[in-house]
């Protein structure tokens, strides 16, 4: 079914309608799509790389605006199905757990999950659920998407089709490295000074 569902997407780059198909795919993958635009957007940059920054811009506000619906998907959840569900069984403190870790990282998080292969979806679900603050969520969410699809945008626009199996194969994991170190390097510079005792 997977595979299925990438040959669709990657046939839709080809056709006079791709950027209202990457819209659509950026718009419903972070909610319930499992495939990235990445995918309609490598083609689609290859075949004119002129339109690089516009293809990096549909993809970024489309992914957004699906995040915030995938935001008002996991706040709808939390009231009328989660919730009941977990007090049947004595766990509604579940849901507090995750506001609490949505108050202490959440943007940390909308961050990560942007720009790394981790599902976006899960983090704008989590995000309502969580009661994040939507203004936050909406801005870290602009920096993270932005983040990744201009700089795919960019690579393929400057090196072509040699960068493309690099960017399928690699730059997820180059990303996710990138990620870690920006994190350790934030956490150093809170914790360090504390283990010092200056």
């Known amino acids: 079914m997977l595979r299925a569902l990438y040959n669709w997407t990657m ?13 659509i795919v950026a718009f419903i993958e972070s909610s319930i799509f499992p495939i990235p635009p ?15 920054w516009a293809v990096a811009a549909v993809a ?11 935001y008002a998907l996991g706040y ?11 007090e049947i069984y004595g766990k509604a403190h579940m849901l507090d ?8 990282w959440g943007e940390l998080a909308v961050l990560g999950a942007g720009v ?25 969410s602009v920096i993270a998407r932005g983040l990744r699809f201009f ?7 400057k090196f072509g089709a040699p960068i493309r199996d690099f960017i399928e194969k690699r730059f997820g994991l180059v ?11 934030l956490l150093a510079i809170k914790y360090v000074p504390e283990w010092l005792g200056t």
Do not use: C
């Not at 970024?60 to 995938?70: E, F, K, N, P, Y």
């Not at 709808?76 to 977990?86: G, H, K, M, N, S």
């Open 175 to 185: 990303v996710t490295i990138f990620f870690v170190l920006t994190i350790l390097g």
């Open 116 to 140: 790394t292969p981790f599902p976006y979806k899960v983090i704008t679900i989590g995000a309502g659920v969580g009661h994040m603050n939507l203004a936050s969520f909406m801005i870290f």
């Open 60 to 70: 970024t506000i489309s992914s957004v605006l699906g995040g915030v619906a995938g």
């Open 151 to 157: 700089v795919i945008a960019a690579l393929l626009w």
């Open 76 to 86: 709808t959840l939390e009231a009328e199905v989660a919730r009941p569900i977990l």
């Open 97 to 104: 757990d995750v506001k609490t870790l949505f108050e202490r």
């Open 11 to 23: 046939r839709q780059a080809e056709t006079p309608y791709a950027m209202y198909a990457l819209a």
């Open 38 to 52: 990445d995918v309609l957007m490598i083609p689609m940059i290859i075949a004119r790389p002129h339109r690089a």
